[in-house]
């Protein structure tokens, strides 16, 4: 099969459009929102703060963790219950793994730094949105940080490779989706997942694609994050 | 907060002053703005002062309550998000988010706002529900109130999905322009006692101070169409009298906002 | 390779941001340096100093440092102490014989010295490695802070709010008639008649907007006559 033309009428490469906000929480510590498509990303962080139970604190060092929620009416089709689901705790673990390597905790033995990503409208790519706010959120709470995190996801319908994979093109039978988030400095990749067959050269082609558009989405954060001190 | 601190509340409340240099009786600047989600069949955000909460409607169709075969089902359930309150826990709702939820629904339930009779696809067989959530964003006090705005709001907003040959919702096309059967407009106005003073819209410093709250569901109509008394100081009749006052002069500020 | 300077004094920059390159700079606070070149380690705003690069934050937790004077609030009544909660990620503890002169008999109710939700204004003795934190009362103006109440703004901006030798919060005192006391924490108490007391607050608040612009103490000079009525000059008179 071959897909011509994509549903929505992007480029095979091009992501839809999108926009960033840092400082969107006033009482949290640090926030930001992102939005791609009509997917949006709110993310705040508390911390480094006290980490409760007592067993999970590490006297080497501070602990990131990260609460990722869609909201109950954020979903394609019928109310999400709210609660966690193994989906979320999965989503959970991979953002965490994604954004810790920007990140030096070093200074905050025994605390925590929380990070609690919510989702208002979702239509796929909701992880890498999710990594997308929480990295501006970080920089945000003013942490030890060597670098941001961008994320998009990359991924096949029919015979091509594509970027930025909206519900429809998600969900479409012949294809696959590739999440990959990036330390934008280095081009070493934090987050990468699959589902769907393709190629070793088809998944070397999605990953690269995906690094090459965080140029773009570093580009939007950067931004973001500097209009939020900007001198008047 | 210890005793000083909240003398020092009172002081200021003595002389019509609060903290942030508003009257007594005086909201902060209350907006709300419409279609906040897309994923939502209804939405809506709403800000007093520097408090934002967001409310989505989700329209599905059930089985009608066996009780009530010919009505369709209505929903109310708030989210007090750790993302907006760091003494937010992540887990199921608490105690203060539940009481938000049940408040805000009883508001929009007794006042008949949504006609449930006009929710019916086959009676006894097949109804529409209507599921109202609300998630608080930035909680700078007086979470009750922006709830129950949101909730009507989003009520305002939403629009009827489309529906397949065979009765199921189909989410996947754009919805109706058919708007929900509105037939009533209720907000909420909470009214805070601390000593012999009374005010609303309070911030989350003064929350601290709460003796006695009286949240009061008014109509357009200025009926009173829900009630619910917070705080452990009792109130006499004539106090609750003086609350229900205030709110009832006080509730076509929020309403001014939709 | 070429010795460049990309970042400009006093501009924004984010994590990771190339600053310089080249071997004659040198990384300073806020910054690290990878092979040729020298990186935002964090948020912040640059500041060059010859060849020394450096970063100042802009957001954040408060840090405690030793002798910082900072405000308390006590959350916990131990055997031998009392908890304060101090704005940051880790809470102190005030010992006995850190928190008065007095003599205080074993097995005394320690709460009618210290209780649960007093503030007190106090100074940072010792921080540990593992940011174990002790403060004591014993000190020129260190006192539990009786009635008024206490905002919180950034801890980074509290070097504008106290101002030269103290210039700006004597400023806002003088026009407000209020009694103010800046915790290096970022946490402010107040006390003052109501109406004052709002001036005094927005006032900190709007110096906390306004920190980085130029010009501030005579702005707000100007903005608390106006509110007030009171004319009032910076301390040490106009220069």
Known sequence: MTYHKRFDGRGFDELRPMSAKVGIVPRADGSAMFKIGKTVAYAAVYGPRDLHPKFMQNPQTGILRINYNMMPFSGHGERVRPGGSRRSKEICMVMQNALLPALNLKEFPNAVVDVFVELPQTDAGTRCAGIMAASMALADAGLEMKDLVCAVAAGRVEDKIVLDLNYFEDSHEDGADVPVAVLPNSGKVTLLQMDGEMTREQIKEAITKAKEACEELYELQKKALKERFARE | ?258 | MKEELHAQDKSIVIPGEALATGMSFLPGPGTYREQETILAQRLGMVSVEGKVIKLVALSGKYLPKMKDKIIGRVIDVLLTGWRLDINSPYSAVMTLKDATSEFIPRGANLTQYYNLGDYVVCQIVNVTSQKLIDVSMKGPGLRKLRGGRVIEVSPFKVPRIIGKDGSMVTMIKQATGCDIVVGQNGWIWLDGEPEKEVIAVNAIKKIEVEAHLGGLTNRMSEWLEQQTGVKVQPAGGPQ
Not at chain 2, 5 to 11: A, G, N, R, T, Y
Not at chain 2, 51 to 74: C, F, H, M, R
Not at chain 2, 117 to 127: A, D, I, M, T
């Open chain 2, 1 to 258: 907060m210890n005793q000083e601190l909240k003398q020092h509340v009172l002081k200021a409340l003595s002389k019509n002053v609060r903290y942030d240099g508003r009257k007594c009786l005086e909201y902060r600047q209350v907006s709300v703005e419409y279609g906040i989600s897309e994923s939502a069949e209804g939405s809506a955000r709403v800000k007093i002062g520097g408090t934002e909460v967001i409310a989505g409607v989700k329209v599905e169709t059930a089985t009608p309550y066996p009780d009530t075969p010919n009505q369709g089902n209505l929903m109310v359930n708030a989210e007090l998000l750790p993302l907006s309150n760091p003494k937010f826990e992540t887990g199921p709702p608490g105690e203060q988010a539940t009481e938000v939820a049940r408040v805000a629904d009883r508001a929009i339930r007794e006042s008949k706002a949504i006609d449930v009779h006009k929710l019916v696809l086959k009676p006894g067989e097949r109804v529409w529900a209507i599921n109202i959530d609300i998630c608080s964003i930035n909680d700078e006090g007086n979470l009750q109130d922006a709830a129950t705005l949101a909730a009507l709001a989003a009520l305002k907003d939403a629009r009827f999905p489309k529906l397949t040959e065979h009765g199921e919702v189909d989410y996947d096309s754009e919805k109706t322009n058919e708007k929900l059967p509105l037939a009533r407009e209720p907000v909420e106005v909470t009214v805070i006692k601390v000593g012999e003073h009374y005010f609303v819209d309070a911030l989350s410093d003064e929350e601290k101070a709460i003796e006695a709250r009286l949240t009061v569901g008014v109509t357009e109509k200025g009926t009173v169409c829900a009630m619910q008394k917070g705080g452990d100081a009792p109130l006499s009749v004539d106090e609750i009298d003086k609350m229900i006052e205030i709110a009832q002069k006080l509730a076509p500020t929020l309403r001014k906002a939709l």
